[in-house]
């Protein structure tokens, strides 16, 4: 596993919701679906995502249809990861004070629901960004654009953050609000 492919898998299981919930015709599902379409969405090249949606599929974490080979993320599974493995595998240790776009507590998703007690806010380091806090390396260099474009997907990478981070407090908050927008 590499953590883009979380990135992906996130991205996927968004695109299903999206796609359940207001049907595109089948030439336009099978382009937001497609390695072109997520590399556009997400900054990822085609062949790293072919190479995730390959690397997960042999995890367990996506299945392909049979008919259409659209990629679909185990939900089930994803979370299993994120809740249980994913703090030890891609962990993540705050830096130095930079510019950047807020994530974990700091991030609009979680901010109404926890009061964080630290003294600065986590970021992803962006030039763009409009707060000052500790750094906190995304799970891939092309998040802040790809969380920009899509709220909904920034949602879901800030609370990843919040249980990467492991505060036993926020990571629990963190997971169940995480499960409520993957499973909605």
């Known amino acids: 596993m590499k953590s883009q492919d979380i990135v992906i898998l996130l991205k996927l299981a968004l695109l299903h919701r999206r796609s359940a919930a ?108 409009n707060e000052i806090g500790q750094s906190l390396k995304p799970l891939f260099k092309s998040v802040p654009d790809a969380a920009r474009r899509d709220p909904e997907l920034y949602d879901l990478l800030a609370l990843v953050d919040a249980i990467r981070l492991g505060n036993p407090r926020e990571s629990k908050v963190a997971q169940q609000l995480l499960e409520k927008k993957l499973k909605a």
């Open 22 to 129: 207001r049907p595109l015709p089948e030439n336009g599902r099978a382009d937001a679906f497609s390695a072109r379409g997520l590399e556009s969405a997400l900054g990822i090249s085609k062949s790293e995502v072919n190479a995730s949606i390959n690397r997960s599929a042999d995890a367990g974490l996506l299945v392909k249809d049979r008919n259409s080979g659209i990629p679909k993320t185990n939900i089930s599974a994803l979370l299993e990861l994120i809740a249980h493995g994913l703090k030890y595998v891609f962990p993540v240790k705050p830096g130095p004070l930079v510019r950047g776009m807020p994530t974990a507590a700091a991030a609009p998703v979680l901010q109404e629901k926890l009061v964080s007690m630290d003294d600065y806010i986590y970021v992803w380091p962006d030039p763009k960004g």
